[in-house]
T-cell receptor, first 113, second 110 residues
């Protein structure tokens, strides 16, 4: 079935620095979503990308969907302690494969003040 | 507005005991509902999903089962818990293209 792989698994970032987390698939994705899970909390939807090469920004977060729709990235600039948490990419399966959202393994972000 | 309730928040159960986790959604009708499990420090594994009453799709063969007795109720069960069933269990409903998660149940099987 559909799988999305995320790298890195862990990201230690100095406060104020930038970092990027990546999401890759061996198959073409119809869409890609990103969720954030704070420590001890539940995942919360951040954004969805559906178009090839699409770029969306939310304040210090920039999301990109690859031209081939097989990869995506999340770039955070000027990291703050509020960015701590695990970031997941996810993708809805094609209709024939069922009504399910498959998540990547997540990137756990730790911020050093 | 729509809300999702999941309980209990934490649960400690002995090996071999039964399990019942309940999830209810308010403010929407005929939602698609999901159960995910998250092992400590790991990703989200889809266990079951349901598109309607009595309709359950199982993603991973295991020691768990799910039922949907009412439109807005989704139950995760086990007859005999294993140590490997420990984890963070999350219920979610689909609103448009997004999933909205409950606050989760931290299950420890000892």
């Amino acid at each position: 079935g559909q799988q999305v792989m995320q790298i890195p698994q862990y990201q230690h970032v100095q406060e104020g620095e930038d970092f990027t987390t990546y999401c890759n698939s061996s198959t073409t994705l119809s869409n890609i979503q990103w969720y954030k899970q704070r420590p001890g909390g539940h995942p919360v939807f951040l954004i969805q990308l559906v178009k090839s090469g699409e770029v969306k920004k939310q304040k210090r977060l920039t999301f990109q969907f690859g031209e081939a729709k097989k990869n995506s990235s999340l770039h955070i600039t000027a990291t703050q302690t509020t960015d701590v948490g695990t970031y997941f990419c996810a993708s809805w399966a094609i209709k024939a494969a069922g009504n399910k959202l498959t998540f990547g393994g997540g990137t756990r972000v730790l911020v050093k003040p | 507005s729509q809300t999702i309730h999941q309980w209990p928040a934490t649960l400690v159960q002995p090996v071999g005991s039964p399990l019942s986790l309940e999830c209810t959604v308010e403010g929407t009708s005929n939602p698609n509902l999901y159960w995910y499990r998250q092992a400590a420090g790991r990703g989200l594994q889809l266990l079951f999903y349901s598109v309607g009453i009595g309709q359950i799709s199982s993603e991973v063969p295991q020691n768990l089962s799910a039922s949907r007795p009412q439109d807005r109720q989704f139950i995760l069960s086990s007859k005999k818990l294993l140590l490997s069933d420990s984890g963070f269990y999350l219920c979610a409903w689909r609103g448009g293209e997004k999933l909205f998660f409950g606050s989760g149940t931290q299950l420890s099987v000892l």
